[in-house]
C-alpha cells in the first residue's frame, strides 16, 4: 500500500512563507511525476506545481515567481516553498504522485494539509 503524507501547513499572515513537504511510503519501484495541487472553499481543485523524476518543474501562473517545487528521489519527498503569501492562497493542498508498482503507473493523492493565509 502506497501513501503519500503531507505536512507544513498552518497559519501565516499576508507576505509571510510556508515550506510543505509530502513524503510517499510503502511498496513501489519508482515515482515519476510529483505535484501539489490545491483547493480552496467553493471552488475547483488546481495544480499548483509540478516536477518531473528529473526534476523538470510547471507552475501555475499564481504560483509562478513565488513558489518552489523541489524533490529528493532518495528520500521519496516533494516539497513546496510557498512565499509571498496572501490570503488567495487559502486553501487545503494537495500532494499528487505517479508511482510506478505491480507492472503499471498508479496515481496517488494525499490526505491535504491546510494553508490559512490570514493577519
Known amino acids: 500500500q502506497v501513501q503519500l503524507v503531507e505536512s507544513g501547513g498552518g497559519l501565516v499572515q499576508p507576505g509571510g512563507s510556508l515550506r510543505l513537504s509530502c513524503a510517499a511510503s510503502?511498496?513501489?519501484?519508482?515515482?515519476?511525476?510529483m505535484a501539489w495541487y490545491r483547493q480552496a472553499p467553493g471552488k475547483q481543485r488546481e495544480l499548483v506545481a509540478e516536477?518531473?523524476?528529473?526534476?523538470?518543474?510547471t507552475y501555475a501562473d499564481s504560483a509562478k515567481g513565488r513558489f518552489t517545487i523541489s524533490r529528493d528521489n532518495a528520500k521519496n519527498m516533494v516539497y513546496l516553498q510557498m512565499n509571498s503569501l496572501e490570503p488567495e492562497d487559502t486553501a487545503v493542498y494537495y500532494c499528487?504522485?505517479?508511482?510506478?508498482?505491480?507492472?503499471?503507473?498508479?496515481?496517488?493523492w494525499g490526505r491535504g494539509t491546510q494553508v490559512t493565509v490570514s493577519s
Open positions: 499528487n504522485a505517479d508511482i510506478a508498482r505491480n507492472f503499471g503507473l498508479w496515481n496517488h
Open positions: 516536477i518531473t523524476s528529473n526534476g523538470r518543474t
Open positions: 510503502g511498496s513501489f519501484s519508482s515515482i515519476n511525476a
